[in-house]
């Protein structure tokens, strides 16, 4: 059964519809990607999915039941966390403390999930008194992912995690998403480097004016000379 699923999905701002039948599930082991052109309503369907856009038409459910426009404070409590593209650290206060306001829903210890970021991200051990506005843009995503990893998440909804960020430091996000999904945790993302995050992609989705286009596994995606052409930069993968 998938963790999260998105059926038929119309909504978007101010009354004007974004999303028009877009399509989305999860499988509680994978990595999904989705990807299409700018304006493609893929930020509006991860926000969607997180209570951030109200759902106009069409269903989501985590889990079985039905979440349609639940607050995104009450999707935490069931399991969900989101990392927004932009404004997603608090500036003015060190690593260790953005980590700890990702705890705040929590009354136990949480000093061994600290650890755990800090396994997983060990510039950020270095940097942990550091205050996160002073930090390079990948080392202020790897806090934001590190904050949204202390709910202890099923499903991670990321919107553009390499966004703006050097070669170095795209492949190093992408590398911890992938150990991120090692650990047992879900993953939706939006991402821009449509062609290398289908290469780590169990599956993926191809948005078209805010309709599901294509669905398939990553490799298939890759492989499909329509999806390579209008969607990857140029001619599909080879084989």
Same mark, same amino acid.
């Given at each position: 059964?998938?963790l999260?699923?998105?059926?038929? %999905?119309?909504?978007?701002?101010?009354?004007?519809?974004?999303?028009?039948?877009? @399509? !989305?599930?999860?499988?509680?082991?994978?990595?999904?990607?989705?990807?299409?052109?700018?304006?493609?309503?893929?930020?509006?369907?991860?926000?969607?999915v997180?209570?951030?856009?109200?759902v106009?038409?069409g269903?989501?459910?985590?889990?079985?039941?039905?979440?349609?426009n639940?607050?995104?404070?009450a999707?935490?409590?069931?399991?969900?966390?989101?990392?927004?593209?932009?404004? @997603?650290?608090?500036?003015?206060?060190?690593? /260790?403390? @953005?980590?700890?306001?990702?705890?705040?829903?929590?009354?136990?210890?949480?000093?061994?999930?600290? +650890?755990? !970021?800090?396994? %997983?991200f060990?510039?950020?051990?270095?940097?942990?008194?550091?205050?996160?506005?002073?930090l390079?843009?990948?080392?202020?995503?790897?806090?934001?992912?590190?904050?949204?990893?202390?709910?202890?998440?099923?499903? %991670?909804? %990321?919107?553009?995690?390499?966004?703006?960020?050097?070669?170095k430091?795209?492949?190093?996000?992408?590398?911890? !998403?992938?150990?991120?999904?090692k650990?047992?945790?879900?993953?939706?993302m939006?991402?821009?480097?449509?062609?290398? /995050?289908?290469?780590?992609?169990?599956?993926?989705?191809v948005?078209?004016?805010? +309709?599901?286009?294509?669905?398939?596994?990553?490799?298939n995606?890759?492989?499909?000379?329509?999806?390579?052409?209008?969607?990857?930069?140029?001619?599909? +993968?080879?084989?």
């Amino acid at each position: 059964m998938s963790l999260l699923v998105g059926e038929k %999905l119309y909504g978007g701002y101010g009354g004007v519809d974004i999303l028009n039948g877009a @399509n !989305i599930r999860v499988a509680a082991d994978e990595i999904v990607v989705i990807i299409g052109p700018n304006g493609a309503g893929k930020s509006t369907l991860i926000k969607a999915v997180f209570g951030l856009v109200p759902v106009r038409q069409g269903r989501v459910a985590f889990d079985g039941a039905t979440i349609t426009n639940r607050r995104p404070d009450a999707l935490v409590a069931l399991g969900m966390s989101y990392v927004p593209q932009e404004r @997603n650290v608090f500036p003015t206060l060190s690593v /260790a403390e @953005n980590l700890e306001m990702g705890a705040y829903t929590r009354s136990d210890d949480y000093s061994a999930d600290i +650890a755990e !970021i800090f396994d %997983l991200f060990p510039v950020l051990a270095e940097r942990r008194r550091q205050p996160a506005g002073l930090l390079s843009g990948g080392q202020r995503q790897m806090v934001a992912i590190g904050r949204a990893l202390m709910v202890k998440p099923r499903l %991670l909804l %990321l919107d553009e995690p390499t966004a703006g960020l050097s070669p170095k430091f795209v492949e190093e996000i992408l590398e911890r !998403i992938v150990a991120i999904n090692k650990r047992g945790i879900a993953v939706l993302m939006v991402e821009q480097n449509a062609r290398r /995050a289908l290469e780590l992609a169990h599956r993926g989705y191809v948005l078209v004016m805010g +309709a599901t286009r294509f669905e398939d596994t990553g490799a298939n995606l890759l492989a499909n000379r329509e999806v390579g052409e209008a969607f990857l930069g140029g001619r599909a +993968a080879d084989g």
